[in-house]
C-alpha cells in the first residue's frame, strides 16, 4: 500500500522567504513522487516528479525537491517565495499500479 | 500546452438524478482518469481507462458509476443515482503512455448534490 502525508495544511511565509512544504511517503515499493500545484479554478498542473534517477529533482517555477529515502521525505522547497506562488500544492505517490495517491494538499500564502 | 476540458465548471442536481460530467482528453493521449476532491480532503483516484475499457478502479467507484467514450474525443463520468456524497470537485485527467508519465489535468467540474 501506498500514501502520502502533507505536513502542514496551510503554510504563510514573506515574499522572498524560503518555501518549504513538507511531504513523507509510505510505499512497499520503490515510489515515484510527484508535486502538483493547483492554482485557484484550474486544473492540477505538474511541478516535478521523481523517477529514481538523480534524487534532487528541480521543477518549474524555481521548485525543486531532494527524495530522501532514509527520511521517506520528499520535501518542495524554493528560496525565494513570489505573490504567484500562492496555491495548493499536492504531494502525490505511484508505484506498479497505474494511479496516483494525493496528500491532503497545502495551501501556500504568500505575504507582501 | 495542450489541455484537458471539461464542461461543465458547475453542476447542481437534486439527490437521485443521473449527472454525466463531460471530459475533453489531449487528442494523442490514450490512458485516461477521473480523480475527485471533496471539500477539504484528499484528490481520490476514482478510474483509469485504456483501450475503451476500465483498467482499474478504487472502492469509491461502484455500480452507480459508470465511464464512456463514446466517440473517440469525450470520456465522460456518469453518475446513475446521485447522493448528497457525490458532491465534489471530480478531475478529468489523461496521459500519453501508462507509467508515471506525465499526467495533465482538467480544471475540474464542482458537483453539488441537493
Known amino acids: 500500500a501506498q500514501s502520502v502525508t502533507q505536513l502542514g495544511s496551510h503554510v504563510s511565509v514573506s515574499e522572498g522567504a524560503l518555501v518549504l512544504l513538507r511531504c513523507n511517503y509510505s510505499?512497499?515499493?520503490?515510489?515515484?513522487l510527484f508535486w502538483y500545484v493547483q492554482y485557484p479554478n484550474q486544473g492540477l498542473q505538474l511541478l516535478l516528479k521523481y523517477t529514481s534517477a538523480a534524487t534532487l529533482v528541480k521543477g518549474i517555477n524555481g521548485f525543486e525537491a531532494e527524495f530522501k529515502k532514509s527520511e521517506t521525505s520528499f520535501h518542495l522547497t524554493k528560496p525565494s517565495a513570489h505573490m504567484s506562488d500562492a496555491a495548493e500544492y499536492f504531494c502525490?505517490?505511484?508505484?506498479?499500479?497505474?494511479?496516483?495517491?494525493f496528500g491532503t494538499g497545502t495551501r501556500l500564502q504568500v505575504f507582501p | 500546452e495542450p489541455e484537458v476540458t471539461q464542461t461543465p465548471s458547475h453542476q447542481v442536481t437534486q439527490m437521485g438524478q443521473e449527472v454525466i460530467l463531460r471530459c475533453v482528453p489531449i487528442?494523442?493521449?490514450?490512458?485516461f482518469y477521473w480523480y475527485r476532491q471533496i471539500l477539504g480532503q484528499k484528490v481520490e483516484f476514482l478510474v483509469s481507462f485504456y483501450n475503451n475499457e476500465i483498467s482499474e478502479k478504487s472502492e469509491i467507484f461502484d455500480d452507480q458509476f459508470s465511464v464512456e467514450r463514446p466517440d473517440g474525443s469525450n470520456f465522460t463520468l456518469k453518475i446513475r443515482s446521485t447522493k448528497l456524497e457525490d458532491s465534489a470537485m471530480y478531475f478529468c485527467?489523461?496521459?500519453?503512455?501508462?507509467?508515471?508519465?506525465?499526467?495533465?489535468f482538467g480544471s475540474g467540474t464542482q458537483l453539488s448534490v441537493l
Open positions: 510505499s512497499s515499493v520503490p515510489p515515484y
Open positions: 485527467a489523461s496521459r500519453t503512455s501508462a507509467t508515471n508519465e506525465k499526467l495533465f
Open positions: 487528442s494523442n493521449h490514450l490512458y
Open positions: 502525490a505517490v505511484s508505484g506498479t499500479a497505474d494511479k496516483l495517491i
